[in-house]
Every structure is written in structure tokens, then in C-alpha cells.
């Protein structure tokens, strides 16, 4: 059980358990504690205790509570111990009805506090402030924590830091520091809770040491957010915010109602070593790949493409390390296939789906053929109607060939068409095993297109064969030796 805040105000009786309006005159000056405790799913519960003089709740009638602190909340309430006392009661609000508690202020209006530095922990962020995915730095204990660059001095006592992170991956951004730092049992307890993992805690200031305004922060926290989701296709939200002024602590709340999802593949297709398998540099590259996501991200250039395409490839259906993806993901992938399409080649309407796919692999400059011998030789030999053309006919030299813009541009087309029963029947007629290798292989070429789109031009983790390789429309990544 987490408390979100501990503030006086008062308590106002609404209806009784008949449904009858109760006395206006009848209002109790409190103390509430405000609390819940995060579990994996939408609405997280809210849960008031009151504590005050002479409240004789049976559970039945509804009240409200305003707090000082500007939060309303109603709710029937049931109080314990003797009602004829003048001590102190404790009672408990029951079906807290509030429409949301803030987890930031929306603008800076919103809150009178000066922030310079906030903290807060995330789910689903590995590789990063993980194995190469670091700076050339190490994470000082502190409220909050530093970041003090070069390395980590032998006298330095490894007990103290082991709760803050030895390893540490900084990113700089357009005047801000971004920081990443493994969790620790403090954090960990405060978010953990069965299916969720927390990873990382997340610090952000600026460069200069200058105040950070809420909406600055609101749109880094999005960023973040989203950047994450991309990683590792989950939905990442921020938990228990923490905001400081020279180094105090003056600002805490907690998200009630994330929808967070766990980290939906085993690996990440960012790798979490680079082939010189050395921290700082391979950290750099990770900075190199959040500002070319970050300018993408915000510019909005695409009518909002980007997050849309971005928003498939999260979704909840492609399932996580232990479970299948279903059919539905294969939808979701070529979503976000045929508008990261439209974002590369320019729409031609006398091209075909199949020409427009053939484009695009030769702008990824990836070979246009199934990536492995197996699932070339198994798909050619049990699937052929993944080479028919729109006529109908299999195209028996881009079968025996196994090329891959001829299935992926009618499995797109099927996909986009399921109005017609014959695509449907084709559909279900392929394989458990064909239908999850094609999902493999749709989330690997979304993220390659996704990769060309920001310009990113560092290595990346290829799930179908396990090699961290460059990308391919580089000739070398100047973060490698």
C-alpha cells in the first residue's frame, strides 16, 4: 500500500442509504491519507481513510471529501470503533468516485512549485543502462542522484553505489540530461507487482541547472515514453514522480491509472552490446538514436504518421516472451507497414502494391527474398499461393527464388481486405507456424522502415538470425571498430 498524500479538509454528508439528500449543515473537519496500490491493470483503486470526530458511517451514505490540496472525492463510507467516543475515528471511503488525479500539471499555471530536477521509475526499458547501453560515467547516491563523468574511483565504496547503479546511460537532449540508472529495491517495490518488471529510474534536469518548467517536462515524459515503446513494442508509462528544488524534494504523486504492458519480445531489436562491445561508445550511438527519434517524433512533419505506425507496433496483441502472438498483430504489423510505406516511397497510384513493396525493400537495401534457407524452402514448397500474382497465377520464378515482396504485398492486401471471403480462407488456411514467422518477420521489417524513417544509422539486434549488424543503408557505423 503506497500513500499518495496525507492533507486536512473536510467531510460533507451527500445521501443516506435511502437516497435521501443528508443536512447540509453537517460537515466534519478531517485528516485524509490518500492511498493505493498499483496492480497490472487499467484503474488502479483509490483508497481514502479519514480520520476525524464523531462520523458514523454504516457504508450506505454517500459523502463527499474535499481536500485542501484542491481533490474532491465521494464515496460511501464505513467508519470503525465507538460511535459515542469523542476520540479520533478512523474511516474508510468506499467506491472512490474521482474522475482522475493528476499525475504532472498539464501547464505550469497549474502548480506554484519551482522544479529543477524530476525522477521517476519506468517498466519495460531494457537494454538501456544495461550492459554496453551506458556513458562513460557512474551514478553518485543523492537526492537526487548525480551523474559525475569518467570513471568509477577505486575508493569509491562499490556497497554504496550498488543501490544507485554503478552503470549509467546519460543522453543529452536540446539542453537537457537525460539519466538512466538500473533500479533499486526502493523503486522496485514501489512499482513491481506481478507482471510488471521495473527496470530503470529516469532523472531529468537541464544542462545549466536551470528550472524545468511542467510543460517541458510533460512533453520529455511523452518522448521518453514513446521512445521506449519503440525499443521494445510495449506501452512504458511513468510511475511515482519525483520533483526536486536544490536538491529537495517539494513535488510526489503517482499515476492511478496506467496501461502498462510488458516488454513484448525477449530481446530488444536495440542491442544491448555493440560488436566493440565497449560502454561509452555503444552509449553514444543510443544518444545518436533518441535525438534522430526525438526530432522525428516532435516535428510532426507526417501528419502524425509516425505515431500512428508507432501505436500498432505496441499493441497489446503481439503478446510477450511467453506467450504467441495472435493473428491480430499480423494485422497490426502491416499497419504500420503501409503507412511507414507511404512515409518512404511516394504514393504512385499506377504502381501495384507488390512494386511499391519491391521499392521499398530496395530503399532498405535488404535482399529481397525470405531471410532464412528453412522458411524459403518450407513457405515455397507448402504455401504458393504467397507468390500468386493479382490474376491469380503463381509466379513460379519468384517462388522457387523465395522472394518476400511478393508474399508481403498479399498478405497486406489480404489483410486489408478481409471483406472478401476468399482472403479470409487464405488467411486461415496458413499455419500456426507460418502466421507467427511472418509476424516475426512484418515486426522486423516495420522496425527497419521505422529505422530508415528517423535516419538512424547505427547497429541494431536482427531477431531472425541474432546478429547485431549494422544497418543496411550504411556502409559502416562509425560507432563500431
Request: net charge positive; charged share 25%; aromatic share 10%.
Amino acid at each position: 500500500m503506497h500513500t499518495i498524500c496525507k492533507v486536512d479538509g473536510t467531510l460533507r454528508g451527500i445521501e443516506d442509504g435511502g437516497g435521501e439528500t443528508v443536512d447540509k449543515d453537517w460537515v466534519r473537519p478531517v485528516r485524509a491519507h490518500l492511498k493505493y496500490k498499483l496492480r497490472p491493470s487499467p484503474v488502479q483503486p483509490l483508497i481514502a481513510e479519514i480520520y476525524g470526530r464523531h462520523i458514523w458511517g454504516f457504508g450506505g451514505a454517500t459523502y463527499e471529501l474535499s481536500l485542501d490540496n484542491g481533490v474532491v472525492l465521494t464515496g460511501r463510507v464505513r467508519s470503525y470503533g465507538s460511535l459515542t467516543s469523542n476520540e479520533i475515528q478512523r474511516s474508510r471511503m468506499l467506491d472512490v468516485r474521482e474522475p482522475f488525479i493528476a499525475l504532472y500539471p498539464d501547464d505550469a499555471t497549474s502548480t506554484g512549485l519551482e522544479i529543477d530536477t524530476v525522477m521517476f521509475g519506468v517498466v519495460s526499458s531494457a537494454p538501456l543502462a544495461s550492459g554496453a547501453c551506458t556513458s562513460r560515467g557512474w551514478a553518485s547516491p543523492g537526492r537526487p542522484f548525480l551523474f559525475i563523468e569518467g570513471p568509477l574511483p577505486e575508493e569509491r565504496s562499490g556497497r554504496k553505489l550498488t543501490w544507485a547503479g554503478g552503470s549509467t546511460l546519460r543522453i543529452r537532449h536540446r539542453g537537457f540530461e537525460i539519466w538512466f540508472w538500473p533500479t533499486s529495491k526502493y523503486w522496485r517495490n514501489l512499482v513491481d507487482a506481478q507482471t510488471l518488471q521495473h527496470d530503470s529510474i529516469v532523472c531529468i534536469r537541464r544542462e545549466s541547472g536551470e528550472l524545468i518548467t511542467w510543460e517541458e517536462f510533460n512533453e520529455l515524459r511523452g518522448l521518453i515514453e514513446a521512445f521506449m515503446g519503440w525499443v521494445n513494442h510495449c506501452v512504458s508509462p511513468a510511475y511515482h514522480v519525483k520533483a526536486y528544488r536544490k536538491r529537495r524534494l517539494v513535488y510526489r504523486a503517482y499515476k492511478l491509472h496506467p496501461h502498462p504492458t510488458v516488454q513484448r519480445d525477449l530481446y530488444s531489436w536495440l542491442p544491448k552490446y555493440g560488436p566493440d562491445e565497449g560502454p561509452g561508445r555503444h552509449g553514444d550511438m543510443v544518444n545518436h538514436l533518441f535525438e534522430v527519434f526525438s526530432k522525428k517524433w516532435v516535428s510532426r512533419t507526417d501528419d502524425d504518421m509516425l505515431h500512428i505506425a508507432l501505436q500498432f507496433l505496441r499493441s497489446k496483441e503481439k503478446g510477450g516472451p511467453r506467450s504467441r502472438p495472435s493473428l491480430l498483430y499480423l494485422r497490426d504489423a502491416f499497419g504500420a507497414i503501409s503507412i511507414l510505406t507511404s512515409m518512404l516511397v511516394p504514393p504512385n497510384r499506377g504502381r501495384s502494391r507488390h512494386q511499391t513493396m519491391v521499392r521499398c525493400i530496395k530503399l532498405l537495401r535488404v535482399p529481397d527474398e525470405i531471410p532464412d534457407s528453412d522458411g524459403r524452402r518450407y513457405l515455397s514448397n507448402h504455401h504458393r499461393e504467397l507468390w500468386s500474382s493479382e490474376s491469380g497465377a503463381v509466379q513460379e520464378k519468384e517462388r522457387r527464388g523465395g522472394r518476400l515482396s511478393r508474399p508481403l504485398a498479399n498478405l497486406q492486401n489480404w489483410l486489408l481486405h478481409l471483406d472478401n471471403p476468399q482472403n479470409a480462407s487464405r488467411l486461415l488456411g496458413l499455419s500456426g507456424t507460418t502466421q507467427r514467422y511472418f509476424v516475426e518477420v512484418a515486426a522486423w521489417l516495420a522496425d527497419l522502415m521505422l529505422m530508415k524513417v528517423v535516419v538512424y544509422e547505427g547497429t541494431y539486434l536482427n531477431r531472425l538470425t541474432g546478429n547485431v549488424e549494422a544497418v543496411p543503408w550504411v556502409d559502416e557505423c562509425r560507432w563500431s571498430q
